[in-house]
């Protein structure tokens, strides 16, 4: 039996806070059952994932992305929110001020209720075209003798690639939470890719930030406290 893990003032932290900003990655997801990132048995087979998730690797093999792509969206429609996903709703709803800004692309935030959320990184709800702005839903595998878009541009998934900018819009507001918040949560996540890690080094300037997740990440020795546990052995904890 996991020993309850020692929340100290967390919960106090949370009740108090005026404004608190979430910052989740592909840990909270396994929760759900779907691999991380970068961890053991990580994303797919013998690929490098920045191998395959960049504009390089598309223009490459096309087909080979989308297959991971395609893999990828069946995996999410097969998977339900965990109750980490559940608790940060939760948690949004007594909230004045609450931002979730993650780096997932598996909408799990949204389907568990989830309201102010920054997709930074993408969805894999949608794809768009590589020359014009159409945009289609990617709701079923993509047809892979279909990829081509009637202006002559092909589809791709609608999400950031490593070397892409990160949509203005939602990189700003992220900032904008993390310059106000004096609470932010980083769960799940690595701390190794950047925009999204940064929002916690601008944070603790002011703000203090708690990380969640079993093993140290790039971001430990920058936050005021890290906590050894599972999204899912702290989240419901804190749900008043
Ligand atoms: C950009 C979408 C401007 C695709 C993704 C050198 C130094 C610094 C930066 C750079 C550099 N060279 C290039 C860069 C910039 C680059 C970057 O950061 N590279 C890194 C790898 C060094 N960033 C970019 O390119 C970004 N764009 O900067 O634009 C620009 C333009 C041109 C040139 C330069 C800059 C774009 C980044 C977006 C890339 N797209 N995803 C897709 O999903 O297919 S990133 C990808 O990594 C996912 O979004 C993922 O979420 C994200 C981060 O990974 P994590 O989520 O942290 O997952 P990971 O497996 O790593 O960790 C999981 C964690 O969970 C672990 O810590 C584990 O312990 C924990 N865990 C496990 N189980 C649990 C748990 N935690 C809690 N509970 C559990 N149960």
Redesign the pocket.
Known sequence: MQEAVQLGDLEDRLDAARSILVL?????S??SGL?????VG??WRTHR??E???AAGFERDPVLVWT??NE?RLAHRAVEP?A?HVALAKIEQNAADFTLA????DSLHLRAGSRNVLE???K?REAKCTRCDARRPFDDALDLNALEHACGGMWR?D????????PADVLEAAFEAAGRADLMLV???????????SLATKAVTQAYVVE??????ALTAHVDRSIR?????VLPHLVT
């Open positions: 989740t990655g592909s840990g909270i396994a929760e691999p991380t990132f970068r961890g990580g994303l994932v920045e395959l998730a960049s991971w792509y990828r965990s980490a993650t780096q997932n692309v930074l990184h993408g894999l998934p999400i950031v690639w490593f070397g892409e900018t990160l769960i799940g996540t690595s701390g190794m890719v950047r925009p999204a890690a969640i997740n079993p093993e140290e990440t546990a599972r999204a899912s052995d």
